[in-house]
């Protein structure tokens, strides 16, 4: 990601890209154990069209690690702790793919006037790890690959996304707030229980947010690096959504 630095916040070093100008402030979340780079294709696009700022959670990239929870709760607490010390005002727009979307899900919910639009970008949803979704459920292969391939940090993400689930669940939806839901048409692999149970919820994202706009694109899971244009339509629709919306505040 280009202009990509780090900067001390809470003691903690973190690593951040800011760019663009004008408002609503776009905000970026990663998916698991995936950094900044993930959205290096939407980038250009989205700083020509306002301020953005995509950052490493704790443990990813340059970002240091903390000994805190890795839950959605403090998850929030830290991005909008970056966010202050950036100086960087609400409403926002939130952008978040897979457990990043989770995560945006829970800092739109839990703070509903700071947040302008949502965009869930192929979103892990609330009750991704019940079910067939739960890892003790997962095929013997993919746990060995996850835990060869994955850090610490993400497996503390995956252990506390039940929590994180829970967390979002047990708050309302914004019914006034404008949500796009991107969902993976080739996302789900081989016939499988898992991908039947993934699938399922893929297509429920959307039913969380009565009024959405959901968007099935012709992509796998990984969205932003696949069809970044996609994300970029819903950002820009998002962006503008948001403008409207002020307007009318201001004329009133």
């Known amino acids: 990601m280009p202009g990509a630095t780090t900067g001390t ?72 702790a970056l966010l202050r010390a950036r100086d960087l005002p609400p409403p926002y727009v939130l952008v978040g793919h897979s457990l990043g979307g989770l995560y945006m899900q829970l800092f739109a919910r839990q703070y509903p006037a700071d947040v302008a639009a949502l965009v869930l970008v192929d979103s892990t949803h609330s009750d991704q790890v019940k079910g067939a979704g739960n890892p003790d459920h997962w095929p013997t292969w993919l746990k060995v690959v996850f835990r060869a391939t994955t850090s610490d940090t993400a497996k503390q993400e995956l252990a506390a996304l039940d929590d994180t689930g829970a967390q979002v669940s047990s708050l309302p939806v914004d019914p006034a707030m404008p949500v796009w839901v991107l969902s993976a048409l080739r996302a789900a692999g081989a016939p499988s229980a898992l991908a039947t149970d993934a699938e399922r919820k893929r297509a429920d994202v959307a039913r969380l947010y009565p009024g959405s706009a959901q968007v099935w694109v012709d992509s796998g899971h990984g969205i932003p690096l696949e069809k970044p244009e996609a994300v970029v339509g819903a950002i820009r629709e998002a962006v503008r959504a948001a403008r409207d919306a002020r307007a009318v505040q201001r004329a009133e």
């Open 9 to 80: 916040v809470a003691g903690r070093s973190v690593e951040f890209a800011l760019e663009g100008e004008g408002t609503p402030v776009v905000v970026f979340e990663n998916g698991l154990g995936a950094t900044l780079d993930w959205w290096a294709k939407v980038w250009p696009d989205t700083v020509a069209e306002s301020r953005a700022l995509a950052y490493n959670r704790a443990g990813h990239g340059r970002s240091d690690a903390s000994m805190l929870p890795r839950d959605g709760a403090q998850v929030v607490e830290e991005l909008r």
